[in-house]
């Protein structure tokens, strides 16, 4: 699995990447997390993103095939402005 921290505002949120599936926590910060699930497709696009469970997240890190490596693409990029808003930072580590 890959993770995209993201801060928009002064709110911190992670975007989990798996196989085909993506699942998206607005706010880390907060107690009960609010999760949602995205289709990933072959162009990188976040489409058919819905509200998600804790369980269906956790049924779905316990089941994933986990990709040797990940690439962000220009779209996964532009949907996550879409998600987060335009001032989006995506934080890295190393």
Excluded: M
């Amino acid at each position: 699995r890959a993770k995209i921290r993201v801060k928009y505002g002064d709110t911190y949120g992670e975007v989990i990447l798996l196989d085909t599936k993506a699942f998206i926590i607005h706010d880390l910060d907060k107690e009960v997390k609010q999760y949602r699930s995205a289709k990933i497709n072959k162009d990188g696009r976040l489409t058919d993103i819905k509200e998600a469970s804790i369980e269906e997240f956790e049924k779905a890190i316990v089941a994933a095939k986990f990709p040797q490596q990940v690439f962000i693409k220009d779209h996964t990029l532009t949907d996550l402005k879409e998600i987060f808003g335009k001032d989006v930072e995506v934080l890295l580590t190393y």
